[in-house]
T-cell receptor, first 112, second 114 residues
């Protein structure tokens, strides 16, 4: 079934550790996004990529990095995790930036 | 800068009654507007969008939304609510004339009471 796959589905991580959240789509969408969802704050954009080979910063990029080496994959890395990065992380993609986004089912990350 | 507001954190509606989930926006130009729904432990799912054309937009699961430019609103509606409509609903806006990303509202939790 076409869509977005995120891994892992959940993770508990010690503060200071490095972590990469994986996101893969098989729809050949040009644009991809990473959001975090926190209670009372809705969805906030972390980083985005309008097309393979390019990335940009969203609303809350500090402490996170991304890469877009090819169309399908858009990993999100926490270089040194902190407790404030405890959240649910969603990856999304869209054919172009003006079209509706398709979302993965999220990664629930707890930083202790 | 563009922004979107969902003034109600929660809306309660009896099953069979009409429902409305409110959304207002602020952009400098003509907006692209979207509604998404989120069920527990799932990602957001696209419901409907307004780009141009008719102000009344029909979407998935019997939902519709009305674009009102003078009131800068894009309220989500359904004539007869189902218990299965209970979920978290997000409004989103993008200004196509600026290199801005889609901005999501904080979400409205819809409870349909049996």
């Amino acid at each position: 079934i076409a869509g977005i796959t995120q891994a892992p589905t959940s993770q508990i991580l010690a503060a200071g550790r490095r972590m990469t959240l994986r996101c893969t789509q098989d729809m050949r969408h040009n644009a991809m996004y990473w959001y975090r969802q926190d209670l009372g704050l809705g969805l906030r954009l972390i980083h985005y990529s309008n097309t393979a080979g390019t990335t940009g910063k969203g609303e809350v990029p500090d402490g996170y990095s991304v890469s877009r080496a090819n169309t399908d994959d858009f990993p999100l890395t926490l270089a040194s995790a902190v407790p404030s990065q405890t959240s649910v992380y969603f990856c999304a993609s869209s054919p172009t930036v003006n079209q509706p986004q398709h979302f993965g089912d999220g990664t629930r990350l707890s930083i202790l | 800068a563009q922004s979107v507001a969902q003034p109600e954190d929660q809306v309660n509606v009896a099953e069979g009654n009409p429902l409305t989930v409110k959304c207002t926006y602020s952009v400098s130009g003509n907006p692209y507007l979207f509604w998404y729904v989120q069920y527990p432990n799932r990602g957001l799912q696209f419901l409907l969008k307004y780009i141009t054309g008719d102000n009344l937009v029909k979407g998935s699961y019997g939902f519709e939304a009305e674009f009102n430019k003078s009131q800068t609103s894009f309220h989500l509606k359904k004539p007869s609510a189902l218990v299965s409509d209970s979920a978290l609903y997000f409004c989103a806006v993008r200004d196509p004339n600026r290199d801005d990303k889609i901005i999501f509202g904080k979400g409205t939790r819809l409870h349909i009471l049996p």
